[in-house]
């Protein structure tokens, strides 16, 4: 009797474990999923639309897309696997980049870095403030998708502004004030490309969400 004892009360505590296993293997499979989409784009023409010096980056979709269906610890990881693709491209892979790298190497990786996992992180906070004040989760998405290039956009250039003034004056022949001013002007002078990707991480990014949400909720209730 105390065998058979035994043997129901670990059943029932395996039966109680593992929907929270099933839940963690989920995440991890989708977080790789995500993060191997990150890579692939990286290194393929999917994930950036060179056009001159400048580019489209459409690498901030499946940043986006894991920030709001995984939460802000997994957007800030993919963010972080953009960033080190972005520092890998400075060896030799992207022109600007790798003179860049050459004049402050430190620099670089935070420019590289450090706004990147801001994108992954931001998107995921503002899907999880949005939510608990709207319940339209369609709208929440959208903005929260538009939120991963607007922040790529503002947090990449403010940090170039910052630490490469000098250079990007010279490279660009600006010859008008600087601080806030030329940040402006960089702005400005990226604004069609930072449309564009905000419209396409709205499309692509809040159909992808859309649904896979629909997709791993049924799974889970399952």
Not at 19 to 27: L, S
Not at 128 to 143: E, H, L, P, Y
Not at 163 to 168: D, G, I, K, R, S
Request: hydrophobic share 55%; proline share 5%; with cysteine.
């Amino acid at each position: 009797m105390e065998a058979i004892k035994v043997t129901e009360a670990a059943k029932a505590k395996t039966a109680h474990a593992a929907p929270g296993k099933r839940v963690n293997v989920t995440y991890l499979t989708e977080l790789a999923l995500l993060t191997a989409i990150v890579i692939l784009m990286a290194y393929t023409p999917l994930g950036y639309l060179k056009i001159g010096a400048e580019s489209i980056t459409f690498i901030v979709v499946p940043v986006a897309v894991g920030a709001v269906l995984l939460g802000p610890k997994a957007g800030a990881f993919l963010g972080g696997v953009f960033g080190l693709t972005s520092l890998a491209q400075c060896f030799g892979m992207d022109a600007f980049g790798t003179m860049l790298f050459s004049v402050k190497p430190f620099a670089t990786a935070v420019c590289c870095i450090v706004p990147r996992i801001l994108v992954g992180l931001v998107p995921a906070l503002v899907f999880a403030g949005m939510s608990r004040v709207c319940k339209k989760r369609a709208f929440n998405i959208a903005v929260s998708c538009v939120a991963a290039p607007v922040t790529n956009t503002l947090l990449y250039l403010t940090f170039m502004a910052f630490l490469f003034q000098p250079y990007l004056t010279e490279a660009y022949g600006y010859t008008g004030k600087g601080g806030p001013v030329f940040l402006g002007w960089l702005l400005a002078l990226v604004a069609v490309n930072a449309v564009l990707e905000a419209a396409a991480c709205l499309v692509i990014g809040s159909a992808v969400c859309n649904v896979l949400w629909l997709v791993t909720k049924n799974r889970r209730q399952a």
